[in-house]
């Protein structure tokens, strides 16, 4: 018994003294998250639109690149947090210059990417009553909606909305905000930028 104790003492003594020879190595994961590829503009571009820089920023899920207001909070969301908000949407860019109410509210932010499965014809009451013109978005023709509408709170906001089907999807490509000219410009900017 007594030899049990001691052996069981010098066992102990010496995983303590391993133990405290060993240091914690670090981790390397197995799996590399995928992450948004953002580099500042050069030359100022960005500086006539109010002083707001921008940064590139690639969805390399729906293969399309644009210039994002640099220091405004936005998100990526993607089908399976959609999914029980809207199934038929596999696809949100969400950019505002304010912090993002997420996506159970009405507003979503004041610059919005949606790409979905629907028919562009799904979106038609959504645009009704504004004024409608020929475009072109990454080279893709498209429809642009121009217009003012009243939100949920009453107040009045400016609206314009690209609208282009490309490679089976529907692209939405919203300005949701108050009438202010800077945020019209900054929007015209990331639309300008939109390429594949």
């Known amino acids: 018994m007594k030899n049990n104790l001691y052996l069981l003492a010098f066992v102990a003594a010496a995983l303590i003294l391993v133990g405290s020879k060993c240091s914690p ?9 995928p992450r948004a590829e953002e580099s500042v503009t050069g030359q100022g571009e960005g500086d006539d639109l109010v ?5 590139a920023y ?4 729906q293969g399309y690149s644009i210039l994002r207001p640099d220091n405004w909070y936005w998100r990526h969301y993607i089908a399976n947090e959609i999914k029980d908000m809207n199934p038929m949407v596999v696809d949100y860019f969400i950019t505002d210059s304010n912090p993002l109410p997420g996506l159970g ?11 979905s499965q629907l ?6 009451k959504p645009v009704s009553g504004l004024v409608m013109s020929d475009s072109f978005v990454g080279q893709v023709a498209a429809k642009r909606f121009v217009g003012e ?10 609206v314009v909305e690209y609208q282009f089907s490309y490679k089976e999807k529907s692209y939405r490509l919203i300005l949701n905000s108050g ?18």
């Open 25 to 33: 190595s670090p981790v390397t994961p197995t799996k590399t998250l």
């Open 51 to 55: 002083g707001v820089k921008f940064v």
């Open 58 to 61: 690639t969805n390399k899920a």
């Open 105 to 115: 509210s009405e507003y979503l932010g004041k610059i919005v990417i949606e790409v």
């Open 119 to 124: 028919d562009l014809s799904q979106y038609a």
């Open 149 to 158: 509408r009243v939100n949920q709170s009453g107040e009045k906001q400016k």
């Open 179 to 196: 009438a202010s000219m800077d945020d019209q410009a900054i929007f015209e900017q990331v639309v300008s930028s939109f390429k594949f």
